[in-house]
């Protein structure tokens, strides 16, 4: 089990095997995949399919990441970075339900930005969320993300895109000190 950050209350390692129960069940649920554009998955078989062709930690050196409660040690999510389909980097986030508005999308998400510009030295970050998406669009413009565009995300109509670079972040960091 490979940790690749933590944050104060959470641990974001990457995804395995064993995450195929937890990750079916957080991508089975219509309300969190509602503004995704993804499919749920039908079976665990299938979300343990999916963990098992998941080559972006190989290919790119970075990925979605399991995050896990320091606290209690159970599964809540996931968040991190991945090379999208626009070859861009793009910043991710998806957790069950019960854990909304505890703010761990926001610790993560902000952990992700830290590891992608200090330690990947990637140069561009962005978001991306369906306009609908109140509380995503929330945390992009929390993380210090500006609005970008607006354009069609997976199948999703009038999706905003937020990015931030790595200049932009640095100023944010030193202004929080």
């Given amino acids: 089990m490979k940790i690749v950050f933590e944050t104060k209350r959470l641990i974001l390692r990457e995804l395995n095997l064993s995450d195929s129960q937890q990750f079916f069940k957080l991508n089975s649920d219509f309300e969190v995949l509602k503004y995704t554009g993804d499919q749920p998955f039908s079976s665990t078989s299938d979300a343990l399919k999916f963990l098992k ?6 290919v790119n050196g970075f ?81 210090g993300m500006n609005f970008w565009k607006n354009d069609n995300c997976k199948g999703i109509q009038n999706s905003s895109y937020y990015k931030i670079d790595k200049v932009q972040y640095d100023k944010r960091k030193k202004n929080q000190l």
């Fill in 63 to 143: 990925g979605r990441w399991a995050v896990i409660s320091k606290e209690s040690n159970l599964f809540l999510g996931w968040s991190g970075l991945k090379l999208n389909e626009e070859n861009m980097i793009d910043l991710g986030y998806r957790f069950f339900q019960k854990e909304w508005g505890k703010g761990y999308a926001t610790e993560a998400a902000k952990g992700s930005l830290e590891y992608g510009f200090d330690k990947l030295n990637i140069k561009t970050i962005i978001g991306r969320t369906s306009i609908e998406n109140k509380a995503s669009v929330h945390i992009l413009e929390k993380l």
């Fill in 53 to 58: 062709n998941y080559t972006d930690y190989e």
